[in-house]
């Protein structure tokens, strides 16, 4: 691995079989294939945690909203509720007195 950059791949092996520039050529060759199927996977790897880094943030969107909407809908309820047993508590009071 270089140290200028931190992706970059190179065998060491060559040297270990022989001097022949075959053996040299196919090994860069290699080097060469496995360095663009790094760099493939590490910019798709980049993409999906971006990726999932907004659908995460949609999601706590939609959280609150939900919370919100629910909070809304509660209230609403509540104020129903309140209003439909103070109606029906009297409901003489809807036509007026017995008397009249």
């Given amino acids: 691995v270089r140290e200028d950059e931190e992706s970059w791949y190179q065998t060491d092996l060559v040297t270990l079989f022989t001097e022949d520039d075959e053996v ?3 090994f860069a060759c290699l080097d060469e294939q496995l ?3 790094n760099q493939f996977y590490k910019s798709k790897e980049a993409e999906f945690l971006e990726r999932g880094h907004i659908l995460n943030k949609q999601l706590h969107v939609l959280l609150d909203l939900k919370r919100v ?3 809304r809908h509660r ?3 509540s104020a129903k ?3 439909g047993n103070s109606l029906c508590s009297s409901p ?3 036509y007026g ?3 009249s």
């Fill in 24 to 26: 040299k050529e196919f």
């Fill in 35 to 37: 360095n663009k199927v």
């Fill in 69 to 71: 909407l629910h909070d």
């Fill in 75 to 77: 209230k609403v309820s």
């Fill in 81 to 83: 509720s309140d209003a």
């Fill in 92 to 94: 003489l009071s809807l």
């Fill in 97 to 99: 007195s017995e008397s």
